[in-house]
Structure formats: structure tokens, C-alpha cells
């Protein structure tokens, strides 16, 4: 620990070093990130295809169902809202194969538009304590990585399911079910509360 007296001195030569060597504060000053904003409030928002889910096919879905594609979607909210980016959700993409992403890269790129995120939906925990679950988690976590860049989106949000019970008998959190609350106090197991 630095006295008061130490901590001056050390306060009293950063900012001699600061003074003497200029080229510091301008490296000092670039070394943060940088981005830049755009200034008008519609370009920097996305509409998410998720709170559409009843109105866009899923994958689910029956051809001539009368809902929109997903290819259709960013013309949609240009044209309806004056919004150019859209984020969709993983049920909405017919395919993962390449012809389909290509295809919808194409129209959001005609639509002036962009994809900035997508949100993916998956079955597989990357938590799960089976390895066999965890290598589905990673593969299929992989394969949206994977569309994500093909389409141009940079950023993949992926939501974790819960990790299914193991054979082990402990809990999605990896404790034994004693430890999640499973006996609420040291008197049921012969010992004094609270232990």
C-alpha cells in the first residue's frame, strides 16, 4: 500500500510524463474503440421477424399458407415502417442451405436493408452435463454461425435452454439437489439448523 506521500510522487510524474512526451496523450486518446453511430434514430434500430411469427412462414409451415416469407420480410418493414434492419429468428428460415441463404441475402440487400442479428432457438443446452447433449449443443450452435455468415449478419444470439437432469441425479446447475434446496434444513438430516 502507497502512502499519501508516495501516491503524489507517482501523481506528480504522470502528468510530467504526460507533458513532456505529447505523443502519449494522442496514443491515449486512440486506444478506445471506435464506432460511429449513424445520427438518424431509424438507422439504429432492427425489427426483430419474432413478434411476426404468426404473419412469416416457419419452418413448420405448409407452402401456400398465405404468410410471408422471410425473404419478403425486410421489404415488409421498409416499406411499412421505414425500418432497414431486421434481426430474424431461426423458425422463420425455410433452409440452411447455401442456394436459400444466398437467396435471402439478395432480397434484404435489394430491399436496402440489413441483417444485424439473428436469434436462434435451439433444443440442446451447451450446459448440459452429458457429453453427448453438449456436442449437439456445439453443433448445432455451429451451423447458425455458420448461416449467420452467409447472410452478412454479424452477431448470432442464441438462446440457451435449460440443461436437462443427468443420471447423476444433479440439477441443471451442476449441485447435488441438496445443495439447490432439495433438504431446506440440517434438521432433516440430523444435524442442527443451518448447517
Known amino acids: 500500500m502507497n502512502t499519501r506521500r508516495q501516491f503524489l510522487g507517482l501523481a506528480a510524474g504522470s502528468a510530467a510524463g504526460a507533458l513532456v512526451w505529447p505523443e502519449l496523450r494522442a496514443f491515449a486518446a486512440d486506444s478506445g474503440p471506435k464506432m460511429q453511430f449513424p445520427a438518424a434514430a431509424r438507422e439504429r434500430i432492427a425489427i426483430a421477424s419474432y413478434p411476426f411469427r ?6 413448420g409451415d405448409k407452402a401456400g399458407s398465405g404468410k410471408m416469407e422471410l425473404k419478403e420480410f425486410a421489404a415488409h418493414v421498409s ?3 421505414n425500418i432497414k434492419k431486421i434481426e ?3 423458425e422463420h428460415f425455410r433452409s440452411l442451405e447455401k442456394a436459400y441463404l444466398e437467396e435471402l ?16 432457438d435451439g433444443e440442446h443446452s451447451p450446459y448440459a452435463a452429458d457429453s453427448a ?37 444433479f440439477g441443471t446447475d451442476g449441485r447435488e439437489p441438496e445443495a439447490r434446496g432439495g433438504i431446506r ?8 439448523p443451518g448447517e
Open 105 to 120: 441475402r439478395a432480397a434484404v440487400a435489394k430491399a436496402g436493408g440489413a441483417i444485424v442479428n439473428m436469434a436462434v
Open 133 to 169: 447433449e453438449l456436442e449437439r449443443a456445439v453443433a448445432f450452435s455451429n451451423q447458425w454461425i455458420d448461416a449467420a455468415a452467409a447472410i452478412g449478419s454479424p452477431s448470432v444470439r442464441t438462446n440457451i435452454p435449460r440443461a436437462k437432469e443427468c443420471e447423476t441425479g
Open 185 to 192: 434444513s440440517g434438521e432433516e438430516r440430523g444435524g442442527q
Open 79 to 81: 416499406a411499412k415502417f
Open 88 to 90: 430474424p429468428w431461426s
Open 54 to 59: 404468426h404473419f412469416i412462414v416457419g419452418r
